[in-house]
């Protein structure tokens, strides 16, 4: 089957000339179309999505904000979408051609528990597990199953760790589209992978690991007329980046110090940020807030990426985590990271299993709870509080990306003990037990008695 191409203006579905253009994130060349890799015609590096027009245009802040408050009110479909709300700064498209699930609006939380913890006050989380497939990637499958459809495709195909997998199967379903699933065989969570099954795609388990399905899926669209769906396709982080506009929405348009947000793939990381470096010269925000990226320590590429190579060749590891989510080696969209963390002064850090299973159970006591994958942002803020890169007096918020319910074997085996097996390395040392000890709550077997019930309840308070 011969390869098609994706169309920026695609002028005979809308109803003006496309506002955006595609520009290689390394040598720069602009172009009005992209091949189904998503990569420079002249380089082979990735592409952006830029806007020339705004240059030219009057996007006056105050009336974007009056605009984006007011459409909170409408009862129209593509108003119901915490992405579509903000088109304003997104690829133009006519808003019945939406595919939409109403994704976005999602809450920002006080977190005062983990303030404690952490010493410091203002805390915040974003929580993305709250989408319509429980997960961040919603907000960038709205925007690219969209432009999948307008260019006429039929297939639409990703590789996975589960997330990306239930998010583009709901999409295409939704979308009247077919969809393929490439993931790692054994090394994805049941949970995810039965929302695809459910949504209707044809899923296929590779005996490799996601960076071989990755690998697998870039040469599929050069041959099939399918359209690829991961983060290497920028109409997703068009629409990851309304994450950034809306929390500040939330802020009342204050930044906060510091934004968190863990990194696997690397392509939500570099949404926020590219959103947070296109707020700033449109007068949106007065000022960029630092975005810290947060690895888990066995999936660390981006972390040896900065400390072996000073951030000017990619690193890669063989990537083990139970953190399913970020369990990459080969993040695709490093360099734009890289770009993200030295625009806006932000860190990166990693951390270890213990840490990720024991800042997982300390949202949870928050009422809030999350996939093992988000917690990496608290288990981070710690560190970067221990170091002096976040004062205590400093706002921050954590990007939480997936839902609790992601991953209930993870917090089924933490609260029964046996997470980490016999390992001594993975057990840490006894200050670490301790503190997971003392977060576990593990179920209770008991006699059908009110006697039974009423000690246990008295247990539970002297404890």
Request: charged share 20%; with cysteine.
């Amino acid at each position: 089957m011969p390869p098609l191409s994706t169309s920026a203006p695609d002028v005979s579905r809308n109803a003006r000339q496309a506002n955006f253009r595609f520009r290689c994130i390394a040598c720069g060349d602009l172009s009005d179309r992209a091949s189904q890799d998503f990569r420079c015609s002249h380089c082979g590096d990735l592409l952006e999505i830029t806007y020339p027009h705004w240059k030219e245009s009057s996007l006056e802040p105050q009336n974007l904000k009056s605009t984006w408050r007011q459409r909170r009110l409408s009862q129209s479909a593509v108003d119901f979408s915490g992405v579509w709300r903000f088109r304003d700064l997104l690829p133009f498209v006519n808003d019945e051609a939406v595919i939409t699930l109403r994704e976005g609006n999602t809450p920002l939380y006080e977190l005062p528990h983990c303030a404690r913890i952490t010493g410091v006050p203002r805390l915040f989380a974003k929580h993305q597990g709250l989408n319509p497939t429980g997960s961040f990637k919603d907000a960038g499958m709205t925007v690219a199953a969209t432009f999948a459809r307008l260019a006429g495709f039929r297939w639409v195909a990703c590789a996975s760790t589960g997330n990306t997998s239930a998010s583009m199967a709901a999409y295409a379903a939704r979308g009247n589209m077919r969809s393929l699933v490439l993931v790692p065989e054994g090394k994805i969570s049941w949970s995810k992978l039965s929302q695809a099954l459910d949504y209707g795609a044809v899923t296929c388990q590779l005996r490799t690991d996601f960076d071989g399905c990755l690998k697998l899926l870039q040469e599929l669209v050069l041959r099939a007329p399918v359209y690829q769906l991961n983060s290497i396709n920028p109409f997703r982080l068009e629409g990851q980046k309304t994450l950034a506009l809306e929390l500040l929405e939330q802020l009342d348009w204050q930044p906060p110090d510091h934004i968190i947000v863990p990194g696997g793939n690397l392509g939500n990381s570099s949404a926020i940020g590219k959103a947070l470096l296109e707020m700033h010269p449109l007068g949106l925000i007065s000022r960029l807030p630092k975005l810290s990226v947060i690895q888990a320590e066995g999936a660390n590429a981006l972390v040896r990426t900065l400390r072996e190579a000073g951030g000017k060749e990619l690193v890669s590891v063989h990537a083990e985590t139970r953190a399913t989510a970020i369990r990459i080696g080969n993040p695709a969209s490093w360099k734009k990271a890289v770009h993200v963390l030295e625009a806006t002064g932000g860190a990166c850090e990693q951390v270890t299993e213990i840490e990720i299973a024991q800042a997982k159970a300390e949202i949870g006591a928050e009422g809030i709870g999350c996939e093992p994958a988000s917690a990496v942002t608290l288990a981070g803020l710690k560190k970067l509080v221990k170091q002096g890169f976040i004062k205590k007096d400093e706002s921050v918020v954590l990007v939480l990306t997936g839902n609790l319910l992601k991953d209930p074997d993870f917090t089924m085996e933490f609260h029964r003990g046996n997470l980490f097996g016999n390992s001594v390395k993975d057990r840490g040392d006894a200050s670490q037990n301790s503190a997971l000890d003392s977060l576990r709550r593990p179920p209770i077997v008991l006699d059908a008695t009110l006697d039974a019930v009423i000690r246990t309840l008295e247990q539970a308070e002297k404890s």
